[in-house]
C-alpha cells in the first residue's frame, strides 16, 4: 500500500467530479453554503468519527473497516477492495481512487459533515433556515398520473415514477430532479419512459439508496417460458430497471420471478443490495398449488434473486429495512400458537435466518414499526398487553445480527401510531403521535417520556414523513375541505420545533408562499433526506401554479400536471 501523496494529473478526474460528489460525500459539493454547522463543529468531529460513518454510509467506495494512518498532514484510510483513499487535512475532506483518475479530489470541509456524523457534533438542525422554493413543472398532459411514487438521496437528489397512458397502453415513466446549487436553481430532467414496453399491470415499486441509486419493481405480462408454471400462454413477472448515480441513466429491464400480484416493500443498500417483498407460489408438478408471503433478495453486482417462501407460518404486516453493508431485516404478525407473535427473520446477501420471537407475553401483539440504521443498529415497536393494560414494547439490537434487548416503553398506545427511527450516529427514537410522546435510546437505556410540541401533526389531515435521523417535516394537506400548504419542522435533538405551524403568520408558513385553498397541495406525504432537503409532489390541473399575485391560478379542463416544490 502506497501512503496518500498526490499523484500525477490525469484529465479523466474532472469528468467524475459530478458523480462522485453524489455518491460519496455529496453534501459539500451540491450545496455551496451549508447552513446547519459551524467550523467550530470540527472540534468535536474527528476524523475517526467522519471515517467510521462514511464507511457506514458509502460501502460501495469504502466496503470494508479500515485503520487510521498517519501521514502527515494526512490522516487517512485505505481501501484495498477499490484502491481508494479517504483522508482529512485539516479542515479538508480528500478522496483518492481510481474514480478519480489517482488524482486528490476535495469533497468538502469537516464541518460540513458534522449534522450527517453526529448529533453531538451539529450545531443547528439541517431543517433549520430552510424555505419552499418555487414550483417545478415535471409532468403535463391530459392522461392521468397514477401510481406516483418518490424517493430522495442523502444529497436531496430526487428519483419520480409514475404510470401514464400513451400510444394506448399504461407506460411507466420516470424523471430525476436536483434542489439545485443555489436557491432557485431546483428543477427537473426529462421525463422518461423506463419499462421497455412491458406496461405495469398495477402499482410499481420504488427504492432510493442514499447514495442516488434506485431500483423500481413492477408486475408485467410476458410470456411464459419452461422454468414456470406454465411453458406456453402469458405469464406475471416482475421486473426490475435500476439506476445508476454514477452513469446518470436508467438500465435495461431485467426479468424476475413469477408472481401472481404486484410487489410489496422494497429497500436498497449504496452497494447495490435489494430486497423485496412479493407473493409467491408453492407448486404440485406443473400446477399452482397456493401463494405466500414471500421476501426475495439480490446481492450487490449478482444476477441470482433468492427467495425465502412463507410457507410454513402465516404472516401479515410484513416490513423490511436495510443497513448499509446490504443485511436486511423483516418484522412480521406472525398467526400462530393461537395468538399473534411479533417475528423477524434476518438476512444477509447469501442466506436468511430462522425465525425469531420478540415478544414473550403470550398475548396478541400487534407490529408498529421497525427501523435499521445503517451500521445494522436495529429497532421493532410493537404494542401487547402487559398483563394490566395495553403497552408499548421496543426491541433493540447494536448490530445486524446481535441479540435483541426487549423492554416495555413508558408511554401508553392509544391509536397505533407509533414510529421508530434509528440514527445514522446509533441513536434510538420511539415515537408515539396519538399522544404526541417521544422516547430516546442512547447506549441501551431509554429515556423518560418526553411530550412533543402541541403544534406537532398529530391527525389524518397531516402528512409527516422522516429523515434516518429523526426529524420529522409535516405539510397540512386539508383544513375543512380545502387543500392548503402549512407546513412545520420538529428535530429532537435542538430543543423540538424548529419551526412551528403557524396559519396567522407570514408567506414561508405555507408550501406555495400563501394561504390558498388549491387542490393537490400536500396530497401526497412530503419527502426529506438527512442532508434536511425536502420535496412536495403534487396532481392538479393547474397549467400556471396559485402564487400570492395570482391566488386562483389558471385552473384548467381536461389537463392533468405534475409539480414538484424542492424545500431548501
Known amino acids: 500500500m502506497k501512503p496518500f501523496t498526490r499523484s500525477r494529473p490525469d484529465r479523466s478526474a474532472a469528468c467524475v467530479r459530478t458523480a462522485l460528489a453524489s455518491g460519496l460525500l455529496g453534501i459539500a459539493l451540491t450545496f455551496s453554503s451549508p447552513v446547519h454547522t459551524a467550523d467550530n463543529s470540527i472540534a468535536a468531529l474527528t476524523p475517526q468519527r467522519l471515517f467510521d460513518?462514511?464507511?457506514?454510509?458509502?460501502?460501495?467506495?469504502?466496503?470494508?473497516?479500515?485503520?487510521?494512518?498517519?501521514?502527515?498532514?494526512?490522516?487517512?484510510?485505505?481501501?484495498?477492495?477499490?484502491?481508494?483513499?479517504?483522508?482529512?487535512?485539516?479542515?479538508?475532506?480528500?478522496?483518492?481512487?481510481?474514480?478519480?483518475?489517482?488524482?486528490?479530489l476535495p469533497v468538502g470541509k469537516m464541518s460540513d459533515f458534522a449534522c450527517l456524523v453526529s448529533s453531538e457534533t451539529c450545531s443547528a438542525s439541517p431543517l433549520a433556515n430552510r424555505t419552499w422554493e418555487p414550483g417545478r413543472k415535471i409532468a403535463s398532459g391530459e392522461a392521468d398520473i397514477e401510481d406516483l411514487s418518490a424517493g430522495l438521496a442523502d444529497n436531496g437528489d430526487a428519483h419520480v415514477i409514475f404510470v401514464r397512458m400513451a400510444n394506448g397502453r399504461p407506460v411507466l415513466h420516470a424523471v430525476q430532479g436536483s434542489p439545485g446549487p443555489t436557491a432557485g436553481a431546483s428543477s427537473f430532467g426529462p421525463v422518461v419512459a423506463i419499462d421497455g414496453g412491458l406496461s405495469p399491470l398495477g402499482a410499481p415499486r420504488l427504492a432510493v439508496a442514499p447514495n442516488g441509486d434506485a431500483v423500481v419493481v413492477w408486475r408485467a405480462s410476458a410470456a411464459c417460458n419452461a422454468t414456470t408454471y406454465k411453458t406456453s400462454g402469458s405469464c406475471n413477472y416482475l421486473h426490475f430497471a435500476r439506476y445508476s448515480s454514477a452513469t446518470g441513466s436508467w438500465g435495461g429491464v431485467v426479468r424476475g420471478p413469477d408472481s401472481p400480484a404486484d410487489p410489496g416493500s422494497i429497500v436498497l443498500s449504496s452497494r447495490g443490495d435489494l430486497a423485496f417483498l412479493m407473493t409467491g407460489w408453492t407448486r404440485r408438478g406443473t400446477s399452482l398449488h397456493d401463494a405466500h408471503e414471500t421476501v426475495a433478495w439480490q446481492a450487490s453486482g449478482s444476477a441470482t434473486i433468492r427467495q425465502r417462501l412463507f410457507s410454513d407460518v402465516r404472516l401479515s404486516k410484513l416490513t423490511l429495512a436495510i443497513d448499509g453493508a446490504g443485511d436486511w431485516i423483516?418484522?412480521?404478525?406472525?398467526?400462530?400458537?393461537?395468538?399473534?407473535?411479533?417475528?423477524?427473520?434476518?438476512g444477509t446477501s447469501a442466506s436468511v435466518g430462522p425465525q425469531e420471537v420478540l415478544d414473550t407475553r403470550g398475548a396478541e401483539a400487534g407490529l408498529g414499526s421497525v427501523a435499521r440504521g445503517l451500521r445494522g443498529e436495529t429497532?421493532?415497536?410493537?404494542?401487547?398487553?402487559?398483563?394490566?393494560?395495553?403497552?408499548?414494547?421496543a426491541a433493540s439490537s447494536a448490530t445486524s445480527q446481535g441479540p435483541f434487548q426487549v423492554q416495555e416503553l413508558a408511554f401508553r398506545l392509544t391509536g397505533g401510531l407509533t414510529k421508530a427511527v434509528v440514527t445514522d450516529y446509533g441513536a434510538m427514537y420511539a415515537y408515539e403521535f396519538s399522544t404526541r410522546q417521544v422516547q430516546r435510546m442512547s447506549e441501551g437505556v431509554w429515556?423518560?417520556?418526553?411530550?412533543?410540541?402541541?403544534?406537532?401533526?398529530?391527525?389524518?389531515?397531516?402528512?409527516?414523513?422522516?429523515?434516518?435521523?429523526g426529524q420529522l417535516l409535516t405539510v397540512k394537506d386539508f383544513q375543512g375541505f380545502c387543500h392548503k400548504g402549512l407546513w412545520s419542522a420538529y428535530d429532537p435533538e435542538f430543543a423540538g420545533m424548529v419551526r412551528p405551524m403557524n396559519s396567522s403568520g407570514g408567506s414561508d408558513n405555507w408550501v406555495l408562499k400563501f394561504n390558498t385553498c388549491t387542490k393537490g397541495i400536500g396530497e401526497q406525504a412530503p419527502l426529506v433526506s438527512t442532508s434536511g432537503v425536502g420535496l412536495q409532489l403534487m396532481r392538479n390541473s393547474f397549467d400556471t401554479l396559485p402564487s400570492p399575485a395570482e391566488p386562483n391560478g389558471d385552473l384548467r379542463t381536461g389537463i392533468r400536471n405534475l409539480w414538484g416544490v424542492f424545500f431548501r
Open 53 to 104: 460513518w462514511a464507511e457506514a454510509a458509502h460501502p460501495h467506495l469504502l466496503p470494508s473497516r479500515q485503520s487510521n494512518i498517519a501521514y502527515p498532514p494526512y490522516v487517512y484510510r485505505y481501501y484495498p477492495e477499490t484502491q481508494s483513499y479517504l483522508a482529512v487535512d485539516g479542515n479538508n475532506v480528500l478522496f483518492l481512487g481510481p474514480a478519480t483518475g489517482h488524482q486528490i
Open 330 to 346: 423483516l418484522a412480521a404478525e406472525a398467526s400462530q400458537n393461537a395468538t399473534k407473535d411479533i417475528v423477524v427473520y434476518r
Open 379 to 393: 429497532l421493532v415497536i410493537w404494542r401487547q398487553n402487559n398483563g394490566t393494560r395495553p403497552a408499548n414494547y
Open 447 to 469: 429515556s423518560s417520556v418526553e411530550a412533543l410540541p402541541t403544534s406537532l401533526a398529530d391527525g389524518a389531515s397531516y402528512n409527516n414523513t422522516f429523515t434516518r435521523n
